[in-house]
């Protein structure tokens, strides 16, 4: 098979997710057992949440675990720019070029008329889909709106009869019926393109031959079909991986279990085992073969048809026992410790360590027992612990509720804003921020006193303050969405400036 090219596209939005890892390790073991080039892509179109920071995580925690890319943001190569937001001028070329066929159209439905129109559609039963109203608009009731500068989208035109069908190398074909898929928006009212636009357009032009990603577009892969025939373009090959799940066959999510490349990178996991551990999820073991592998073995026995349909499961059990062969058994006494070395930190976390336990030592072995919680894992807390003085605890509940979304939130992960978040919660629950703070120092540090919390915190890493904060959370009891909708509301109250 020649001039195979793959590619993975990660929003840079949050976190980097060991999904993103397993559809990034899908896509480039075909690429390389076929000799031919895996792609990273940032797609960027989602201004108010896409940082810099974001993307820096993504395609460090990417390499960490041993994936290359031959041309990406950061390598170049001859299909750039590789950010969505720097191909701006392309979509819109493409996205006139729709408008120009009637084969897309503007649209200037308010939001309001679109709840109204979606909430007649649920009680009646229909398909969620746009009803076609600005369909009927003249050309010139077009222009005159366009010149009065109002506000508008552009919209996919989709049949009203017919079939679509997906042709997928895992499922077979899967039908669907054009009166059930969206008349999807393309170009947003601030001009920046959706995924579904932005996503063809770059597939095609960076001449992409195979697209692997989530089951979650199966949905979508009707609308990109339709642009392609519009376009008159060759489509790629689609195959749509099964989202992971968790032993209880739940999606795979932050909110139950944790999710961050990081936060595995942090506990002491090796990126060589959590990189066989996905592979066995895309390809499980065959009878007789040894479950341990590096990455070229991994390519090797690559194969599209061993791919499940269902969605494996994120067994960390068997994450453990990987791990423990790899040190075990790939690791000479140095090399752990070379390990140990780099995963304590590198100069600039000791040194910054170093700043901040300085002041409370007294000795060099009074350093273990003050920040050992920094390069440990789950804390073994009891409900009691969580009871402090000056707060009740069902503040203590709220305190950890609000904050685990808002330091989701944090566009940057550091001491300032981890403080700016804790004194917003502190306002809204009308305490004191030094009261409000002292159960964080108990679910963050497993003490009453430590090192100062907010620099703790960002030493730890957002995915091990999160997983910190779930656990405690959950030993006072996680509140219903009722709960958290009404801590919420007190939150947006607060006069502390977000």
């Known amino acids: 098979m020649s001039g195979v090219r793959t590619r993975v596209a990660p929003s840079p939005t949050g976190d980097p997710h060991v999904g993103t890892a397993y559809v990034a390790l899908v896509n480039y073991c075909f690429a390389k057992k076929h000799g031919g080039e895996f792609i990273l892509r940032i797609e960027d179109t989602d201004a108010a949440r896409s940082t810099a920071e974001s993307e820096r995580l993504i395609l460090d925690a990417l390499r960490w675990c041993g994936i290359a890319w031959d041309e990406g943001p950061d390598v170049g190569g001859p299909h750039g720019p590789y950010r969505q937001s720097e191909r701006s001028e392309i979509y819109r070329r493409y996205a006139d070029e729709l408008v120009s066929r009637g084969q897309a159209f503007r649209c200037f439905c308010s939001e309001a008329r679109l709840h109204e129109m979606r909430a007649a559609q649920r009680a009646a039963a229909e398909p969620s889909r746009y009803d076609g109203l600005c369909l009927t608009l003249s050309p010139g009731d077009v222009q005159r709106r366009i010149s009065a500068g109002e506000p508008h989208v552009i919209r996919l035109r989709v049949p009203n009869e017919g079939l679509c069908v997906v042709s997928d190398l895992r499922r077979g074909d899967v039908e669907f019926e054009y009166r059930s898929v969206d008349m999807q928006v393309l170009v947003k009212s601030d001009g920046m393109p959706t995924y579904h636009l932005a996503n063809v357009v770059d597939d095609h032009l960076m001449r992409i031959t195979h697209v692997f990603r989530g089951e979650e577009w199966l949905s979508s892969a009707p609308k990109h079909l339709l642009l392609y025939s519009y376009f008159g373009w060759e489509p790629p090959k689609l195959l749509h991986l099964p989202l992971l799940r968790n032993p209880d066959k739940s999606k795979l999510s932050k909110r139950k279990n944790p999710t961050g490349i990081l936060f595995y990178r942090a506990l002491g996991y090796l990126p060589e085992a959590l990189i066989n551990f996905l592979a066995l999820l895309a390809n ?215």
């Open 284 to 498: 499980a073991a065959r009878d007789g073969e040894d479950e341990l592998m590096d990455l070229h073995a991994i390519v090797r026995r690559f194969e599209v048809e061993q791919v499940p349909v269902g969605g494996p499961i994120f067994d960390v059990p068997k994450l453990d026992w990987l791990n423990a062969r790899y040190i075990r058994e790939r690791l000479t006494p140095e090399a752990l410790m070379d390990r140990v070395a780099r995963w304590a930190g590198g100069p600039e976390r000791l040194n910054r360590l170093a700043e901040i336990s300085a002041p409370r030592i007294e000795r060099l072995s009074d350093l273990a027992p003050l920040v050992g919680f920094l390069f440990s894992g789950r804390l073994a807390l009891m409900r009691d612990d969580l009871r402090v003085a000056k707060l009740e605890e069902v503040e203590v509940r709220q305190a950890f509720a609000l904050a685990i979304r808002e330091l989701d939130a944090l566009p940057v992960w550091d001491a300032a804003g981890i403080e700016t978040v804790i004194k917003r919660i502190a306002e809204a629950l009308g305490k004191k921020a030094r009261d409000a703070a002292r159960p964080f120092y108990v679910a963050i540090t497993g003490s009453a006193t430590s090192i100062p919390l907010f620099d703790s915190m960002e030493l730890l890493g957002r995915d091990l303050v999160r997983e910190r904060l779930r656990n405690a959370l959950a030993l006072l009891g996680t509140p219903s969405k009722r709960e958290q909708e009404v801590w919420e509301s007190l939150l947006a109250s607060a006069q502390v400036p977000a």
